[in-house]
């Protein structure tokens, strides 16, 4: 019997973050049927988008046979066109519910990190997501390295599953302390964790989705961790750091999009330690409001 790994591996993804919706939601005597809700409406859309997201920019792997296109078993799902549809279908619940969209994301982002370092696996049975070859036999070896028709490649897909764990306990460590701030500060740190993460594994990967010479999922991480640090910023009212991340940003961006050789390294290093601060200054907004 053919078991497709893949789509168990993305299921069991999905259960998880059902699980801790469910018990999220039981914590903060949310309705105990919401979980399931926003699984029923986020998920088809999530997996909809995340296909048509990595169609769009593997459009000639796919014009000349259309009905490949529905092959989703084979992979080619885009995790961020996945976020954008399950992000679609959580508003449109909270909608029909009457609750507030932000709180709901708050509720989902740990989750969705968490069912992200599930579901990766699946990309180990479909063999892919992996990145460049190792030739030295010293570290042809599992985690390392990953054996693909014969050959050993960087096991991509096992770094970022190990990182997206510890973004589900980063995040449950903030989880408290973003609540007592407004909705909407979980998700912003979602964003950044994982875009940090993306950008790193993203440039290590063969199989990137390309626009022209820029690796799109890089650019996206990069804009992401950008626009959500200084909004958190913006919320906790540091308006002047704000704009000078702002400028710094802009001038980093324009940096990539030309194509300098090391843009990427020098942008990389910028996020990290813009995304410290960040993380120092709302660590010390919140112990303020705890105090108080």
């Known amino acids: 019997m ?29 309705p105990p049927d919401l979980a399931v809700d926003m699984a029923l409406w986020s998920v088809p859309v999530a997996v909809l988008s995340s ?19 529905f092959k989703v078993w084979e992979g080619g799902l885009a995790i961020y066109g996945g976020v954008i549809g399950g992000a679609l279908g959580i508003y449109l619940l ?25 579901g990766r696996w699946g990309n180990f049975f479909n063999k892919e997501a992996f990145g460049e070859l190792i030739t030295n036999p010293a570290h042809q070896f599992f985690p390392l390295a990953v054996l693909v028709d014969g050959q050993w490649h960087q096991a991509t897909f096992f770094y970022e599953s190990v990182c ?7 995040l449950l460590f903030v989880r408290d302390r973003c609540y007592k701030k407004g909705q ?11 875009g940090l993460v993306r950008v790193v594994i993203e440039g290590l990967r063969t199989d990137s989705l390309m626009l022209g010479s820029l690796r ?12 959500s640090g200084i909004i958190l910023m913006l919320r906790l009212k540091r308006t002047p750091l704000m704009i000078a991340g702002a400028v710094i940003w802009t001038a980093l961006f324009a940096v990539i999009a030309v194509g300098v050789v090391r843009g990427i390294v020098l942008t990389y290093a910028v996020m990290a330690v813009f995304a410290l601060m ?3 200054m709302f660590m010390r907004e919140t112990a303020k409001g705890s105090a108080a």
């Open 2 to 30: 053919n078991i497709n790994l893949y789509g168990i591996l993305i299921a069991l993804g999905v259960a998880a973050a059902v699980i801790y919706m469910g018990k999220e939601t039981k914590r903060l005597s949310l």
């Open 51 to 69: 296909r048509i997201y990595y169609v769009i920019f593997t459009w000639d792997h796919y014009k000349d046979d259309w009905l490949s296109i």
């Open 94 to 118: 909270s909608r029909y519910k009457k609750l507030p969209t932000l709180k709901l994301l708050d509720l989902v982002a740990p989750g969705l990190i968490l069912g992200q370092a599930i």
């Open 164 to 170: 997206n764990l510890l973004g589900f306990f980063f």
């Open 184 to 194: 909407g500060f979980v998700l912003q740190w979602y964003l950044i964790f994982y």
């Open 216 to 227: 799109v999922s890089q650019v996206l991480s990069i804009l992401l961790v950008a626009a």
């Open 278 to 280: 960040v993380f120092v």
